[in-house]
């Protein structure tokens, strides 16, 4: 008589199989709900920190005095929250200067000013330093000519980039006159100068060919003087707008004060830490309510 042959092992070894996959599956998506659950109340605390570290002063004592440097970019801003603050808080004074982002840098970390004006965010290398840096505003970089230049048009981004980087040199090449573009760079020192290489050419370098000149200093008031028939630069557009010698040049048809323009660029004030009482109260008023709205305000 034969005997009846065992039950193949193959559908137990599939089932396992299956039922160890799919715990797995379950293990891991558990795993990383758990972690994204965490990173994001991480996340979260770390802002709230942040937007609270510097609450509105309800007071700062007469005498008091707060020294501001750094971005030109920011001379605006720094001005409107001068006049505001010394009305605010009677008695008290704020100076400003506006040598260039990195100056602003150097100058705090020397312990002479209290805030720096920053047109770009701080470096790993400054903050291991104990530096650290609150957004302030939003602002867009303009690409400038003057009211007198013929051309009339729209840039590409690439055609922009083109022209900073010294590979279209006529106006012809981008449908102006027949005419070489003048190139007005700002230093590198310029925070708004680094912005611009990491939005507008992509983090590559600017042209070296004879018709790109960079100013020995970071200041916007001598490059749209040098601007003229048939020169092109960049400034915060902020300072741009209420100037009657130069425009805006629109890119892909869009002007700064539009929400999709391209080169749109936060603005900071970084202190070092721990920060002191006249850099609190400075900066709890900047991010208050009054603050924001004197930073909004027009220039007189």
Same mark, same amino acid.
């Given at each position: ?10 559908? !137990? ?10 715990? !797995? ?14 990173? +994001?109340? +991480?996340?979260?605390?770390?802002? @709230? ?25 920011? #001379? ?17 004074? #704020? ?5 260039? %982002? ?50 009339? /048009? %729209? ?9 900073? *980087? ?16 003048? #190139?007005?760079?700002?230093?590198? #020192? ?13 983090? /590559? ?27 092109? /630069?960049? @400034? ?21 004060? *539009?929400?999709? !323009?391209? !080169? ?37």
């Amino acid at each position: 008589m034969l005997k009846p042959k065992p039950p193949s092992p193959i559908p !137990y070894i599939a089932l396992a199989l299956v039922l160890l996959a799919s715990g !797995y599956w379950w293990f891991n998506r558990q795993s990383r709900s758990a972690n994204s659950v965490s990173s +994001t109340q +991480t996340l979260g605390k770390s802002k @709230a920190s942040s937007a609270s570290a510097f609450p509105l002063p309800r007071s700062v004592p007469a005498g008091t005095v707060v020294d501001i440097d750094g971005s030109t970019s920011m #001379v605006t801003i720094n001005q409107n929250l001068k006049r505001t603050f010394e009305q605010q808080f009677p008695g008290t004074e #704020v100076i400003t200067e506006a040598n260039g %982002s990195n100056q602003g840098i150097q100058t705090l970390q020397a312990g002479m000013i209290d805030v720096a004006a920053l047109s770009r965010p701080l470096t790993m290398q400054e903050t291991a330093q104990g530096l650290e840096a609150v957004e302030i505003t939003n602002d867009a970089i303009a690409i400038v000519v003057g009211n007198t230049n013929p051309f009339k /048009g %729209s840039l590409t981004p690439k055609q922009l980039q083109g022209i900073f *980087q010294g590979t279209l040199v006529n106006w012809s090449q981008v449908g102006g006159p027949n005419k070489m573009i003048r #190139v007005i760079n700002r230093p590198p #020192v310029s925070g708004t100068h680094q912005t611009f290489k990491e939005l507008v050419l992509n983090g /590559g370098n600017f042209g070296t060919t004879l018709n790109i000149t960079t100013l020995p200093q970071d200041a916007t008031t001598p490059l749209l003087r040098a601007l003229g028939t048939d020169g092109i /630069g960049y @400034a915060t557009n902020t300072q741009v707008l209420k100037q009657k010698t130069v425009r805006s040049v629109p890119i892909g048809g869009l002007q700064p004060n *539009q929400p999709n !323009y391209p !080169y749109r660029r936060t603005l900071f004030y970084a202190y070092q830490t721990p920060a002191s009482k006249v850099t609190q109260a400075f900066l709890g008023f900047a991010l208050s309510a009054q603050g924001k709205q004197a930073i909004l305000r027009e220039a007189p």
